[in-house]
Every structure is written in structure tokens, then in C-alpha cells.
């Protein structure tokens, strides 16, 4: 079994609808991951039945027990996050402020304070259209620990490709290159990146691509909409041939690309043109990269 992640330093790029291109061309022989779970937007290709849902609970919140404080402003004063304002005469705890520290709770002399398990989101096991299974997750606005949750996610995929005896894992990571990225990229076989010829786009590759060399993972490039800036794509193709980065392809611009999108559609769906070919060629290139 074989994890392929693909990621990119910005967002914009096009990562997601190739992604989903990979999970549609993969078959059943895929188990796809949805990693980028504070913009989850793979389901709105891949149109999962959200079959199977569990809530996802990471850190601890504050809870101030009305009947209990006396308004004594200990739990206030030491908070270093601004957490506990006075609201109606009451001290309350702002939930998008608060740290979980646990500190108000330890100084509050009448023990009214306590921490609970904070839930902040949820992730889904799915069939979608191709009959693939599909794991994916959505953060809640405003929730921290979005890392975990990836990692959650891809230990769930991880699974359930073990179970089913699936070749591929295809995830979808994060842009950037954050928590969720690491986590997105963490024992993966091989890593696909996906820029742009923009000089954002190539600042971004180079940052991303530290992250990738860190791990000491394999990784390949696909440069879409290549011929919207040459000189800028002969940069990125000369910043990959001395990285020994894999150029995996060069995708022209292409409206249909984006009118595929539009009605719910990946590329290799929606249009049998010079794209559909080189999206094809592309997954054959990363499938045997990674098998190496």
C-alpha cells in the first residue's frame, strides 16, 4: 500500500482538482483523504454520502460554574489570554479565546472551574461516485488542533485501505506549510507537488518543498497552467532539475478545467481533450514513482 500526498505552497493552484482527478482515474484499486480540513472542499467533486460521521475532540475548554463563583476576578487575573470576560455581571469563558491551560481552574479557591473536552469538528468515512471510499473531516469555525485531525483522518484511511486491500491512498493535503501540512506529508511514499508559473507560486514551491526535503520523502511537481508564464515555468523547471525533483508534468491553461468545476466534475470526467491525456499520463508517471 502506497500513500501519495499532494500538496502545494499556496492555495489556488489547482491541488484539490487534481487530486480528485488521481482518486477518479485510481478506481476502486484508491482509498482517498481529504487532509485539508480547514477548507474541506473535496466532497463538492468527489460527492461523498457522508454515510458515517463521528465528532472529533481535542483540548480542553473552560466551564465556570455560576452557582459556584464568587466573582472573586482570580481566574481573570491570571489568564493571559483574555479568556474570561465580565459579560451581564457574570465572569464567562470566550470559547475561541481560551487555551484549555487549565490554570483558571487552579487558582479559583471555590473550584467552580473545571475543563471539559473541546469538540472541534467532525470527520466522515464515505462512498462517493466512483465507489471509492473516502475519509475526510471538517473543522469547526475557529478550532485549533487541526493537525490532529488530519492525522486522524489519515490513520483512518490507513485502515480502512488495510481492510479493503487497496494499493493507493490519495490525499489531498493542505496549502502551505503549517501544522496540517506536516501532519498531511507524515509517512507518506511519495509527494506530489502542485505549483503555478506566478512568482508566488514559485516562491511558495521552494518553501514547501524544505518542508517535503526534511522528511526525506520522494516528491514530483506538476506545473499547471504552464504556458500562462514561460519564463516563469522554465524557472520552476530548472529549480526542479537541481533539487532532483520529478517533473511529472507541465498542464496547459484550460477553461474546461474550471467548467468541469463548476458542474460538480473532475477534468477526466467532464472532457476527453489534451488536458484529460495529461492528467492520465500524470497519474500513470506518479503511480510508477511511487512503486519504485
Given at each position: 500500500m502506497k500513500e501519495i500526498v499532494v500538496i502545494?505552497?499556496?492555495?489556488g493552484t489547482g491541488k484539490t482538482s487534481i487530486t480528485a482527478s488521481f482518486a477518479v482515474l485510481g478506481g476502486n484499486n484508491v482509498v482517498v483523504a481529504d487532509c485539508d480540513v480547514d477548507a474541506?472542499?473535496?466532497?463538492?467533486?468527489?460527492?461523498?454520502?457522508?454515510?458515517?460521521?463521528?465528532?472529533?475532540?481535542?483540548?480542553?475548554?473552560?466551564?465556570?460554574?455560576?452557582?459556584?463563583?464568587?466573582?472573586?476576578?482570580?481566574?481573570?487575573?491570571v489568564c493571559r489570554y483574555s479568556a474570561i470576560p465580565i459579560i451581564d455581571g457574570k465572569y464567562?469563558?470566550?470559547?475561541?479565546?481560551?487555551?484549555?491551560?487549565?490554570?483558571?481552574?487552579?487558582?479559583?479557591?471555590?473550584?467552580?472551574?473545571?475543563?471539559?473536552?473541546?469538540?472541534?469538528?467532525?470527520?466522515?468515512?464515505?462512498?462517493?461516485?466512483t465507489g471509492n471510499i473516502m475519509v475526510h473531516a471538517k473543522l469547526g469555525i475557529g478550532a485549533d488542533n487541526s493537525g490532529k485531525l488530519v492525522a486522524k483522518v489519515k490513520n483512518e484511511a490507513k485502515q480502512t485501505a488495510s481492510d479493503t486491500n487497496k494499493d493507493y491512498i490519495i490525499v489531498?493535503?493542505?496549502?502551505?506549510?503549517?501544522?496540517?501540512?506536516?501532519?498531511?506529508?507524515?509517512?507518506?511514499?511519495?509527494?506530489?507537488?502542485?505549483?503555478?508559473?506566478?512568482?508566488?507560486?514559485?516562491?511558495?514551491?521552494?518553501?514547501?518543498?524544505?518542508?517535503?526535503?526534511?522528511?526525506?520523502i520522494k516528491a514530483g511537481c506538476i506545473i499547471n497552467k504552464s504556458d500562462i508564464n514561460k519564463q516563469v515555468s522554465e524557472?520552476?523547471?530548472?529549480?526542479?532539475?537541481?533539487?532532483?525533483?520529478?517533473?511529472?508534468?507541465?498542464?496547459?491553461?484550460?477553461?474546461?478545467?474550471?467548467?468541469?468545476?463548476?458542474?460538480?466534475?473532475?477534468?477526466?470526467?467532464?472532457?476527453?481533450?489534451k488536458l484529460y491525456n495529461s492528467m492520465i499520463e500524470s497519474w500513470e508517471k506518479v503511480q510508477l514513482i511511487a512503486n519504485k
Open positions: 502545494s505552497g499556496k492555495g474541506a472542499d473535496m466532497h463538492l467533486l468527489m460527492q461523498p454520502d457522508f454515510a458515517q460521521s463521528e465528532d472529533f475532540y481535542s483540548g480542553e475548554l473552560a466551564i465556570i460554574d455560576q452557582d459556584k463563583c464568587t466573582q472573586c476576578d482570580e481566574c481573570a487575573n464567562i469563558v470566550d470559547a475561541l479565546s481560551c487555551e484549555g491551560c487549565g490554570y483558571c481552574a487552579r487558582v479559583c479557591p471555590t473550584e467552580a472551574i473545571t475543563n471539559v473536552d473541546l469538540n472541534v469538528g467532525k470527520w466522515y468515512v464515505s462512498t462517493v461516485k489531498d493535503g493542505s496549502p502551505g506549510i503549517g501544522c496540517p501540512v506536516v501532519s498531511s506529508i507524515s509517512g507518506a511514499n511519495f509527494v506530489v507537488l502542485v505549483t503555478e508559473p506566478s512568482v508566488s507560486g514559485l516562491h511558495d514551491l521552494k518553501r514547501v518543498y524544505q518542508l517535503v526535503k526534511k522528511f526525506k524557472e520552476i523547471e530548472n529549480y526542479l532539475e537541481k533539487e532532483d525533483i520529478v517533473h511529472i508534468s507541465s498542464l496547459p491553461y484550460d477553461e474546461t478545467f474550471t467548467e468541469a468545476m463548476t458542474k460538480g466534475k473532475t477534468i477526466v470526467e467532464y472532457d476527453k481533450s
